[in-house]
């Protein structure tokens, strides 16, 4: 059971826990809860009855009480949960860490205005992609409570609706870490149509690396997270609760989430000028 369906992302965890549980002569259903409570009981009480475990993926806190609920039922693998619930295994993604790294990227090419691109309020992934640009801007000397920060849902149209705000605003930041690459892909459209060059006039840095990033033009830099492997790793935590004899111990497992560089944050630009000026110094934006 996930959030929504749709998406490269999704598509990608859907992917994995298919093969997965295929490989092991298992069958997977799958169904939506749109991040709503209701649709998640729903769900729920449509499945029991007809399936030996549920993988969830509840990042907003008002469906963590109903997991509670499920796993008296059958036993139940958390996809990157807002905390711990009893006996239940967790497949985490590293989210701040992920986060920090793009944020400290951006700052080590020197850019000092960096606005974010914020995901949906409640959502446990925003949430801590949002901590760790924070923590990261405090760690550099900036003042967190400075910086740009634009309402986003994890879509692309929100992209393009941010980076007119973002590039309104004054004085204008040099470069944006969006939280997901969905909203990426929408500011850089939105950029582009506003005669402004990705990284020459703003950086972008985007996350969850999906299949299309390195096809954008410019390519996009972003924190790469293996979704496959996020979905694998939950069926293989789900069968060893259920072909266990007795309780099993929860277990939480992280994923890691690694910066992929490529164009659109302007290392590359930094790179040739340090080369041109034989100054390692020089190698920083322009602000």
């Known amino acids: 059971m996930l959030p929504d369906l749709f998406g490269d992302f999704y598509s990608e965890v859907i992917r994995g826990i298919d093969r997965q549980a295929r490989l092991n002569k298992y069958q997977t259903l799958l169904s939506s809860s749109h991040a709503s409570s209701h649709d998640v009981l729903q769900a729920g009480r449509a499945m029991l009855g007809r399936i030996d475990g549920l993988i969830m993926m509840a990042p907003d806190e008002n469906t963590i009480d109903i997991v509670e609920r499920i796993r008296r039922r059958v036993p139940v693998v958390l996809l990157n949960p807002r905390g711990e619930v009893p006996r239940c295994h967790r497949v985490a993604v590293q989210n701040y860490e992920g986060a920090r790294a793009a944020t400290e990227h951006l700052l080590s090419l020197g850019h000092r205005r960096i606005a974010l691109i914020a995901g949906p309020e409640g959502n446990v992934d925003a949430e801590e ?26 879509s692309e149209m929100a992209g393009y ?3 007119l705000r973002i590039l309104g605003h004054q004085p204008r930041p040099s470069a944006v870490f969006a939280c997901n690459d969905a909203m990426a892909v929408g500011l850089l459209s939105a950029v582009g149509r506003a005669g402004k060059r990705v990284p020459e006039d703003l950086a972008v840095v985007g996350f969850d690396n999906i ?13 790469h997270v293996d979704a496959c492997n996020l979905g694998r790793h939950a069926v293989d935590l789900m069968l060893s609760t259920i072909e266990a004899e007795g309780p099993v111990p929860p277990v939480l497992e992280r994923m890691p989430a690694v910066l992929t560089i490529r164009r659109s944050c302007g290392a590359h630009l930094s790179q040739e000028e340090t080369n041109s000026s034989g100054d390692e110094n020089a190698a920083r934006f322009r602000q």
């Open 211 to 223: 299949d299309i990033a390195e096809y954008l033009n410019p390519a996009l830099t972003t924190v």
């Open 161 to 163: 609706e941010a980076a």
């Open 129 to 154: 992609r949002h901590r760790g640009f924070r923590d990261s801007l405090a760690d550099a000397g900036l003042d967190p409570e400075a910086a740009l920060v634009v309402p986003g849902d994890f």
